[in-house]
Each structure stands twice: as C-alpha cells, then as structure tokens.
DNA sequence: CTTGATTGTTGTTCAACACAACAAAGAGGC
DNA sequence: GCCTCTTTGTTGTGTTGAACAACAATCAAG
C-alpha cells in the first residue's frame, strides 16, 4: 500500500493506452527474463489472454523491441513461435565518467555493447563537453535508424531534476551541464546519475541471478571513492533531495590515511578507497619507484605474497567491513554487493569484510549476505546503459 | 522507474477494471485532501474529464465511501455540489494491544473514533483471544450494514505474510495466532503489524500537514520498547523479511540502565525507552515509594523541577539522539519524528535530542528535522486504524 | 432581461481486454 | 495412413471505461 500524493497528479492518472502500457511493459520482461518464449507460455502465466499477448507482441515486434526466432518443440500439438529481445540494434547510449578515462558506448536491449570508444578524463570542460558531443555524435550516426537514449554515470553528486551534474569531487567540477548540452546537440533524452546508483542498476538488471531477483540491496563501489546505492523494492532510493545515498562521507574514524574528496580525514571513503589504500601503502613502503602504483597492480603484488600489499589490503578491508556493518544495520538489505577493482582480491579479503560486515547481522533478524560483483572489470560502463536500459523494462511506479 | 518482478505477476496484469481502480483512488484522496471539493475542480486538477468524475463519484456515492454537503459559491455559473468523506458510519476496527492495556475501537474514513473499548492487557492467550473476540464482534453487531476492516498493533514482531503474531518480548508470547482467529471469528479481513510501523502510518495520513507532504521519514515509538517505522516513497519499509525496523536493538553502548527485551544490554531500548528511564530514576533515587512510578508522573516531576526526574530524563533524550543520528546517516530521511508519552516532556529534551541527532547532518546533504508527534496521547490506537485506512486511500504499487 | 460562465449529465466514439470460434500444425493411437 | 485430440496463433464480438461534445441547469453581472 502505498500512498498517492496529489503532486503531478496527472501523471498518475489511468488513461485509455495505461493498460496497453503496462501489460507491454510486463510481456517485454517475460521476453527478457524467460526467452526464448512463445506468445502462449506468456499468456499463461500472466493469464492474460493470448489475443492479448498476440496483439502485445505485434507492437513489440513492430517497435523493434522483440523478434521471432524460429519454432520450439511441439508438446502434442501445433509448434510455439518462439521470442527473445532484439539484439544487434543500439537502444542506448552509455556515457561513463570515470577518473583516469571516459567511455562512451552503444548497447543493444539485452545489454550487448556494441561500439566502445574512450579517451581519457580531463578536468578541461570545454575539452569533455567537445569529446563527449563528439563521440557521442559519431555512434548516434553510424546507426541512424535507431531510437536512442543516453545514460550518463559520473562519479559524483548529480541533480537528477535539472539534468545537471552538481559535484565531481575528484576535479572539484560544479555545475558541469553536460546533460542539457548532449539534449541540445543531440535531441535525445538524457538520464544522469551517480556512478554508485548506476551500478546498483547494473546489478539489478544484469548481477547474477540471485541478486537479480533480490528486491533490496546496497551495492558498494570501491573506486577513487567510496560510492553506494541503495535499491529499495526495486527501485534506486535517490531520497527526496536525490543526494542520499552518500555514504562514502558517513563518520568511520579519525586519522584516515588520506584526505577524503570532501576535505576530511574520517570520512569512509578516507579509509577503504583505492585512494586510501595506495597511500597507505606508499607511506608504509617508503618513497622508492612505489610513486605510480596502481590499484591492480597492488593487487598482483599481494596475490604473489608482498606482505606490505596484503597488509594495505587487509586493513581497507576491515574498514569496508565496519561500514559495511552500519548500511546493514540501518537498512537489513538481503545482500551487500562489493564492486571495483578491488573484488580482484576478494579472496584476500572475503573474512575480513565479512567477519566484521556480520557482526551486525543480528540472528533474530534477516540474514545479509555480502558478495562480490560478477559484472567485471567496468561495472560503471553497464551502469551508464542500465540507467536506459532501466528506463525500458522498469515501470513508472 | 521500478523494476518488474515476475513473481506472482496476475496481480500486476492490467486488467479492464484496472483503470477505473486507479482513478478511483484518486479521485478519493482528493476528497480526502481537498475536502469540501466539486466534481468540476477534481476534474480540473486532475485533467479528467467532468464526465469521468461525475462517474467515478457515483461510484463511491454509492460504496457509501463520499458524500455530499450541499453546495458553494458561484463564481459566475451554478453553484457546485461539494463532496467530502463519509463521516459517521465505521470502516475500521483497530485493536491495539500494549503492554498495560488493549484498545478496541471502531473509526469511520475520516478516521474519527466512532466507539472504544478497553481491557488491561494479560500474557494469557487464551484471556487476550476471548476478550478481544468479544469486544470486536460487539462493535461488529453494533454497525450491522457496515463494511469493515480489521487493523491490529502489536508491541511485537509481527508476519505480515502469516498474519500470525511471531513475538511480543513483553510477555515472551510466541506464535499468537489473533489474527487467524478474528478472521474466522468474524470473516472480516485481518492487518497486523508492529507498532511502530503502524504509527508511521498514522503519521503518514494523520499527523501534521507538514509529515503527511514528507515521501520519506521515520518514527521513533518511544514506549516499553523504542521501536522505529520507516516510510520510503510513501509506503512502510518492511526489508524482505517483514522484520526490517527494529533499530530498538541496535548497539548503542554498553551497560544500559536496564536489560533490553531482547536480553541484551547494550540495545538502543536499553538506553532509551520508558522502562529504561524509570529504572535509572528508581536506581538513582533510592528504594523509597517510587517503585510503581509511571513515565506521566516522572515527566510530570521533571516539569515541577525534580532534579534527579528532569537528568534522567536529560539522559535518556542523549541516547535518542545518538540513535537518531544513526537513522539520519543511514536514509537521510526529510524528518525523524519522536512519538509515545516522552513528547509531553518535549520542552525539557527537544535541546539535547537535536543537539546530538544533527551531528550527523551534513552540510552538503539533506537536512532532516527532528520534531515532536503531534498525534496526541495514544498514537499507537490511530496506528491499529492507519492498518485499514491506508488500504482505504493507497494504491496497490 | 440578456449574455456569458460554470457545473453536472447524457450520448457517441475509441482503445483495449475477455471470450469464443476457428484455422494451422503436429503428436499419438489404431 | 488416417482419425482424433492438443496446442498455438488469429479473428470477430462483447464489455469496460475514458475522451469528447452537446446540452440543461444555475447563476453573476452588465
């Protein structure tokens, strides 16, 4: 049961084609989640008519949303018609800001890339805004029969009202109004978000199929930051202001080993980011040829038995526990999923983060479990199309 | 945008009645909200058609759900028929079980108490099941045309699936089956759930315009126990389990006044509740007469200047608001509202609730405001009717 | 008293699902 | 191989309910 409140109210209303709309949406996901599947199989389980699921599908197949794919066995009497997603064709277009490089990609509905192009991150915005149009421009021409939107995911704080992007920590870049540029050069909607609520996205329209049918879980980014987003009943909760879900600033602990995006020294983010791992382990390594490290290559080190690695590694890894420990306290979630690089080293640091992760989990209340994403090395990459992809398959409410 | 899971999807079809259901809905909260409000101007807000309003209020002239109140000013044309809620005839029972007592009342739609019965509250089951049967069908037979609803608040967890009972830690009652047996008592339709959760509700329809505007908030029931009620986008926050909101046991610190429900004590309720005030004040007062001494009595003390009632109580609203704060950090909701007998000493705590519960407040985030309920002595009675009344006027997604 | 505005009702049209009938296609028994 | 029974997908009819337009009932204001 939930509320109706009088604000917009006409978006809310019933009119002729919101029956259409709805029952479209819930085949198209049978089609998603079940394909191949006849027109007669959707009609049982949603019992609705297959007059209607027949007259569904022809709109589906006319909208290119949907193809036949050949016959399936008969069980006794005339052979199904057999459907899946259309693939092959770009329905969106994914904008992925990340700190080192930017991507920009096309991807079918069932979340096939299809063209990728990058180049790297500028805090220049003139030099973005041209590269970004450019690109974009380029894919959105190579496929021009194509009905596109673009997703973007930045790894900072965005207004999903206006469309603007607010903060980008790591260039201190306000204001960026990428969105309303990309609408004016391009005509085509715009979606952007936070690379965290993305990739809570990602994972709830392309994670393994346990998290896929999870209702309410938080994913934990670890990157430059410290990002999470939360889905609630399926839905990203952006709160009123659309700025919650900022936990990476929560309070951890004093003295972190480097200075959070935000100018603090006890924030999360201070303690478990790539951020903070590196410079913790350059300190505790000396100043020798340690200078450019990354985060992978940290990694390998610790997998191949460098103590200080591991150590760095380990001690992040309780820090991500602890508040990993407070999001499940505050929300119980079926399940925390940890993303980034870091899940490389997952079977480094699995105990540590669950050890400490579980200390909240109280018996008598849910059970949380903490994994490790399976969406790979670009998670924020799927989350930039999934913000479309979302879009397509989701409901308005 | 909210994903579309398949399970048990029949109820999702958009079926003919589909339509008329929703804008049903609709157009009764704008009765609700707006009242006294004309056919034209529902139209007019809502960009139906007059025509289609004219039906729909026939419809729920007829389910005896609206009613018309003469007519008002011209403005220039016919004078319109004003509609408003049916007021009078009840539509909810709502049994509010609490430690010392149980409420048994009948509402109508406007949520105005129509009739209330009361019994101490015992641990015997049998006791409970005979009284609250009794008391339930006599408001049944004393409404024979009506149609109603039955809503149940428990101090307890509560299987919103089952809807069974699973535990009241006030009397250590397991598996209290009430809700099966009223069904089968009166073949009227059973809504339990926990007290907290039930007067978030009550906030959420009943409390302050302000509250009843706010998407997301939390309740904080301050009684035997601290129990919390989360509303997100309008709709109780129950987690996957049904048992989600039971911050009262969250670790707060150690060595609590008293031994939380749970046993423990180190819980949020062990710093925090009633039963926790009232056994510091007898601790640190001595073993005089004040052994049976009741929160009233105690606030009442603190107001006329009783040192040791008012520090007590100083305390236990610093343990609030570092509780609170955990709350604001974990879904910077837009408010946190306090609400059980603490409120009358709202004065004397209000300073240092907020003091320690804004802590967490980041600048650059959201700014949740800390406020007193307004729903008077016994929210947790409008919360068993909530039950119903939000069935009455939500929406089914 | 006339004109124009406002409200509520009535009749028609249109979208979309339910239901039933039917054609297409195939499995299995004899 | 033929007949019967199933299953699939399509076509036509009925029904619900919103949109739209026309109209009657009121009423204010010049």
């Known amino acids: 049961m939930k509320k109706i409140y009088l604000h917009r109210i006409e978006d809310q209303i019933a009119r002729h084609n919101t029956i259409r709309d709805i029952n479209k949406q819930i085949v198209l996901n049978y089609v998603r989640a079940r394909s191949p599947i006849s027109r007669a199989e959707i009609a049982r389980e949603t019992s609705l008519q297959r007059s ?4 569904i ?10 193809e036949e794919t050949g016959t ?22 994914g904008v992925d800001v990340t700190p080192r490089e930017t991507f920009v990609v096309a991807a079918d509905l069932a ?34 029969s194509a009905k596109l939107e673009i997703g973007i995911s930045i790894p900072g704080i965005a207004d999903p009202s206006s469309g603007g992007i607010l903060y980008i920590p790591y260039f201190q870049l306000a204001d960026w109004d990428i969105g309303k540029r990309l609408t004016e050069a ?25 998290v896929r049918k999870t209702r309410n879980f ?49 924030c999360w983010e201070a303690h478990a980011s790539e951020k903070a ?30 103590d200080n690695a591991l150590r760095v590694l380990k001690s992040a890894a309780k820090s991500l526990g602890i508040g990993i420990s407070n999001l499940i306290i505050g929300f119980s979630p079926q399940a925390v999923i940890v993303s980034g690089s870091i899940v490389k080293a997952w079977d480094l640091i699995k105990e540590d983060i669950q050890i400490l992760g579980q200390r909240s989990i109280r018996q008598e209340l849910s059970n949380t479990s903490i994994i490790a994403s399976t969406l790979g090395d670009q ?12 879009r397509k398959f989701g409901s308005a409410n």
Chains 1, 2 share one sequence.
Not at 223 to 250: K, P
Not at 379 to 390: C, D, E, Q, W
């Open 72 to 93: 399936g066995d008969s069980t006794g009497g005339r052979k199904p018609t057999l459907l899946r997603l259309k693939t092959g064709i770009p329905v969106a277009i």
């Open 379 to 390: 998670p924020t990459v799927l989350g930039s199309i999934s913000l479309v992809l979302a």
């Open 218 to 266: 938080i994913t934990v980014l670890v990157a430059e930051g410290v990002g999470t987003g939360i889905i609630i009943d399926g839905q990203v909760y952006r709160g009123e202001n659309g700025a919650a879900g900022e936990f990476g600033h929560m309070f951890l602990a004093e003295n972190a080993p480097v200075e959070c995006s935000c100018g603090r020294r006890d």
């Open 186 to 210: 391009t005509g085509l909607d715009v979606i952007i978000d936070n690379d965290a609520n993305a990739v809570a996205l990602a994972e709830l329209w392309f994670g393994q199929e346990e």
């Open 277 to 306: 791992i590196l410079a913790q382990y350059r300190s505790s390594s000396g100043n020798s040829a340690n200078g450019s490290i990354d985060i992978e290559h940290l990694i390998g080190l610790a997998k191949n038995g460098e």
């Open 57 to 66: 599908v022809d709109d589906l197949l006319v909208e290119n949303l949907v």
């Open 52 to 55: 209607t699921v027949s007259a």
């Open 111 to 144: 979340g096939n890339l299809l063209r990728s192009e990058k180049f790297p991150t500028s805090s220049d915005i003139v030099y973005m805004n041209k590269q970004i149009t450019a690109k974009v421009t380029t894919l959105i021409d190579a496929y021009p």
